[in-house]
Protein backbone atom coordinates (compact mmCIF):
# COMPACT_ATOMS: atom_id res chain seq x y z
CA UNK A 1 0.00 0.00 0.00
CA UNK A 2 0.78 3.48 -0.30
CA UNK A 3 3.41 5.01 2.57
CA UNK A 4 4.05 8.99 2.95
CA UNK A 5 6.42 10.53 5.21
CA UNK A 6 6.51 13.84 5.92
CA UNK A 7 9.58 16.63 7.02
CA UNK A 8 9.96 17.99 9.11
CA UNK A 9 7.96 17.25 12.24
CA UNK A 10 8.30 21.20 13.51
CA UNK A 11 9.44 24.01 11.72
CA UNK A 12 9.88 27.28 13.51
CA UNK A 13 10.12 30.67 11.38
CA UNK A 14 10.34 34.38 11.49
CA UNK A 15 6.78 36.21 10.28
CA UNK A 16 7.30 37.49 6.79
CA UNK A 17 9.88 34.41 6.05
CA UNK A 18 8.76 31.58 3.74
CA UNK A 19 8.17 27.90 5.20
CA UNK A 20 9.04 24.69 3.19
CA UNK A 21 7.31 21.08 3.99
CA UNK A 22 8.11 18.37 1.73
CA UNK A 23 6.66 14.92 1.83
CA UNK A 24 7.67 11.54 -0.35
CA UNK A 25 5.17 8.89 -1.37
CA UNK A 26 6.03 5.29 -2.48
CA UNK A 27 3.10 4.21 -4.75
CA UNK A 28 3.80 5.57 -8.34
CA UNK A 29 -0.11 5.35 -9.35
CA UNK A 30 -1.02 7.90 -6.94
CA UNK A 31 -2.51 10.96 -8.90
CA UNK A 32 -3.94 13.00 -5.93
CA UNK A 33 -1.69 14.67 -3.13
CA UNK A 34 -3.68 17.16 -0.97
CA UNK A 35 -2.58 19.09 1.91
CA UNK A 36 -4.38 19.75 5.36
CA UNK A 37 -4.05 22.75 7.99
CA UNK A 38 -5.33 21.97 11.39
CA UNK A 39 -5.49 24.33 13.83
CA UNK A 40 -5.21 23.72 17.79
CA UNK A 41 -8.29 22.13 18.66
CA UNK A 42 -10.14 22.12 15.38
CA UNK A 43 -10.80 19.88 12.43
CA UNK A 44 -8.50 19.25 9.11
CA UNK A 45 -9.35 21.48 6.28
CA UNK A 46 -8.24 21.39 2.83
CA UNK A 47 -5.85 23.92 1.99
CA UNK A 48 -4.36 23.21 -1.45
CA UNK A 49 -4.08 20.40 -3.76
CA UNK A 50 -2.70 18.98 -7.17
CA UNK A 51 -3.08 16.39 -9.35
CA UNK A 52 -0.45 14.18 -11.39
CA UNK A 53 -0.93 16.04 -14.41
CA UNK A 54 0.73 19.23 -13.44
CA UNK A 55 3.86 19.94 -11.69
CA UNK A 56 2.70 23.38 -10.02
CA UNK A 57 -0.44 25.05 -8.44
CA UNK A 58 -0.57 28.55 -6.36
CA UNK A 59 -2.86 29.91 -4.60
CA UNK A 60 -1.80 33.72 -3.35
CA UNK A 61 0.93 33.12 -0.54
CA UNK A 62 0.76 28.75 -1.02
CA UNK A 63 1.52 26.73 -3.26
CA UNK A 64 2.52 22.89 -4.13
CA UNK A 65 5.18 21.35 -6.21
CA UNK A 66 4.96 17.93 -7.26
CA UNK A 67 7.80 15.55 -8.57
CA UNK A 68 6.75 12.76 -9.79
CA UNK A 69 9.61 11.13 -11.10
CA UNK A 70 11.62 11.68 -7.39
CA UNK A 71 7.88 10.90 -5.95
CA UNK A 72 8.11 13.73 -3.89
CA UNK A 73 5.52 17.14 -3.19
CA UNK A 74 6.28 19.76 -1.02
CA UNK A 75 3.86 22.64 0.14
CA UNK A 76 5.50 26.46 0.18
CA UNK A 77 3.96 29.18 2.32
CA UNK A 78 5.29 32.77 1.30
CA UNK A 79 5.41 35.96 3.64
CA UNK A 80 4.21 33.53 6.23
CA UNK A 81 1.73 34.60 9.28
CA UNK A 82 1.29 34.06 12.55
CA UNK A 83 -2.52 32.70 11.48
CA UNK A 84 -0.14 30.07 9.54
CA UNK A 85 0.26 28.86 12.79
CA UNK A 86 -0.88 25.05 12.62
CA UNK A 87 0.09 21.59 12.19
CA UNK A 88 0.06 20.87 8.03
CA UNK A 89 -0.90 17.15 6.70
CA UNK A 90 0.02 15.97 3.51
CA UNK A 91 -1.54 12.87 1.70
CA UNK A 92 -1.46 11.00 -1.47
CA UNK A 93 -3.66 8.71 -3.25
CA UNK A 94 -4.28 6.32 -5.83
CA UNK A 95 -7.22 6.37 -8.37
CA UNK A 96 -10.34 5.09 -6.67
CA UNK A 97 -8.48 4.87 -3.63
CA UNK A 98 -8.74 6.57 -0.07
CA UNK A 99 -5.66 9.06 0.89
CA UNK A 100 -2.97 8.02 3.17
CA UNK A 101 -1.74 11.18 5.48
CA UNK A 102 1.71 11.87 6.37
CA UNK A 103 2.35 12.57 9.86
CA UNK A 104 1.92 16.10 9.99
CA UNK A 105 4.67 19.07 10.44
CA UNK A 106 3.82 21.78 13.29
CA UNK A 107 4.58 25.60 11.90
CA UNK A 108 5.28 27.78 14.25
CA UNK A 109 5.85 31.50 12.89
CA UNK A 110 7.04 33.95 15.68
CA UNK A 111 6.04 37.60 15.13
CA UNK B 1 -25.32 22.93 2.72
CA UNK B 2 -24.74 21.14 6.41
CA UNK B 3 -20.79 19.90 7.01
CA UNK B 4 -19.98 16.61 8.83
CA UNK B 5 -21.37 16.74 11.74
CA UNK B 6 -20.29 14.09 15.37
CA UNK B 7 -21.22 13.50 18.43
CA UNK B 8 -21.13 13.71 21.31
CA UNK B 9 -18.15 15.86 21.22
CA UNK B 10 -16.88 14.90 24.22
CA UNK B 11 -17.18 11.75 26.15
CA UNK B 12 -15.44 10.72 29.47
CA UNK B 13 -16.04 7.07 30.31
CA UNK B 14 -14.63 4.89 32.64
CA UNK B 15 -11.84 1.77 31.66
CA UNK B 16 -13.90 -1.18 30.58
CA UNK B 17 -16.95 0.07 29.45
CA UNK B 18 -18.42 0.51 25.75
CA UNK B 19 -19.10 3.69 23.96
CA UNK B 20 -20.98 4.84 20.39
CA UNK B 21 -19.83 7.62 18.34
CA UNK B 22 -21.45 8.94 15.57
CA UNK B 23 -21.01 10.38 12.72
CA UNK B 24 -23.63 11.83 9.85
CA UNK B 25 -21.32 12.41 6.40
CA UNK B 26 -22.62 15.22 3.94
CA UNK B 27 -25.80 14.56 2.35
CA UNK B 28 -24.48 12.58 -1.14
CA UNK B 29 -20.88 11.17 0.08
CA UNK B 30 -20.79 8.16 -0.75
CA UNK B 31 -17.02 8.08 1.37
CA UNK B 32 -17.03 8.04 4.90
CA UNK B 33 -13.46 7.79 6.98
CA UNK B 34 -12.48 7.25 10.88
CA UNK B 35 -9.55 8.08 11.94
CA UNK B 36 -8.13 8.70 15.72
CA UNK B 37 -5.44 11.21 16.64
CA UNK B 38 -3.77 11.13 19.85
CA UNK B 39 -2.80 14.44 21.40
CA UNK B 40 -0.16 16.14 19.32
CA UNK B 41 0.01 13.24 16.82
CA UNK B 42 -1.15 12.74 13.42
CA UNK B 43 -4.43 11.37 11.47
CA UNK B 44 -4.32 7.00 12.15
CA UNK B 45 -6.50 5.85 9.77
CA UNK B 46 -9.43 3.03 11.28
CA UNK B 47 -11.73 2.28 8.92
CA UNK B 48 -13.08 3.31 5.25
CA UNK B 49 -16.93 2.40 4.32
CA UNK B 50 -17.09 3.50 0.49
CA UNK B 51 -21.11 2.84 -0.44
CA UNK B 52 -22.04 -0.77 -0.13
CA UNK B 53 -18.96 -2.35 -0.45
CA UNK B 54 -17.09 -4.19 1.91
CA UNK B 55 -15.56 -1.68 4.05
CA UNK B 56 -11.73 -1.37 4.60
CA UNK B 57 -11.21 -2.27 8.44
CA UNK B 58 -7.29 -2.42 8.00
CA UNK B 59 -6.76 0.32 10.54
CA UNK B 60 -8.78 -1.25 13.42
CA UNK B 61 -5.91 -1.81 16.29
CA UNK B 62 -8.13 -4.45 17.70
CA UNK B 63 -10.71 -6.46 17.92
CA UNK B 64 -12.20 -4.64 20.51
CA UNK B 65 -13.22 -1.60 17.78
CA UNK B 66 -16.10 -2.17 15.45
CA UNK B 67 -17.89 -0.03 12.99
CA UNK B 68 -21.15 0.34 11.08
CA UNK B 69 -22.78 2.54 8.51
CA UNK B 70 -26.40 2.20 7.42
CA UNK B 71 -26.50 2.58 3.54
CA UNK B 72 -24.97 5.47 2.49
CA UNK B 73 -25.05 7.62 5.87
CA UNK B 74 -24.83 7.69 9.56
CA UNK B 75 -22.06 5.64 10.50
CA UNK B 76 -21.41 4.53 14.32
CA UNK B 77 -18.20 3.77 15.75
CA UNK B 78 -17.82 1.31 18.62
CA UNK B 79 -15.66 0.38 21.16
CA UNK B 80 -15.88 -1.97 23.49
CA UNK B 81 -14.20 -2.62 27.27
CA UNK B 82 -12.51 0.76 26.62
CA UNK B 83 -8.85 1.10 27.88
CA UNK B 84 -6.72 4.11 28.35
CA UNK B 85 -4.88 3.84 25.47
CA UNK B 86 -8.34 4.78 23.63
CA UNK B 87 -8.33 7.92 24.63
CA UNK B 88 -8.09 10.23 21.95
CA UNK B 89 -9.92 12.51 19.13
CA UNK B 90 -11.95 10.87 16.87
CA UNK B 91 -12.41 12.07 13.55
CA UNK B 92 -14.86 11.22 11.02
CA UNK B 93 -14.66 12.69 7.50
CA UNK B 94 -16.56 11.85 4.09
CA UNK B 95 -16.09 12.57 0.61
CA UNK B 96 -17.63 12.14 -2.89
CA UNK B 97 -16.77 8.72 -4.44
CA UNK B 98 -13.19 8.32 -5.47
CA UNK B 99 -11.69 8.94 -8.32
CA UNK B 100 -14.61 11.99 -8.60
CA UNK B 101 -13.37 13.83 -6.13
CA UNK B 102 -11.05 13.14 -3.25
CA UNK B 103 -11.35 16.17 -1.11
CA UNK B 104 -12.29 14.24 2.36
CA UNK B 105 -14.23 17.12 4.58
CA UNK B 106 -14.25 16.53 8.16
CA UNK B 107 -15.99 17.00 11.31
CA UNK B 108 -15.51 18.33 14.45
CA UNK B 109 -14.37 15.01 15.95
CA UNK B 110 -15.84 13.34 19.21
CA UNK B 111 -13.04 13.77 22.26
CA UNK B 112 -12.71 10.49 24.06
CA UNK B 113 -11.32 10.47 27.88
CA UNK B 114 -11.33 6.77 29.22
CA UNK B 115 -10.51 7.22 33.22
Known amino acids: GENVEQHPSTLSVQEGDSAVIKCTYSDSASNYFPWYKQELGKRPQLIIDIRSNVGEKKDQRIAVTLNKTAKHFSLHITETQPEDSAVYFC??????????FGGGTRLMVKP | GAGVSQSPSNKVTEKGKDVELRCDPISGHTALYWYRQRLGQGLEFLIYFQGNSAPDKSGLPSDRFSAERTGESVSTLTIQRTQQEDSAVYLC?????????????FGPGTRLTVL
Open chain 1, 91 to 100: AASRPGNMLT
Open chain 2, 93 to 105: ASSLAPPMDNEQF
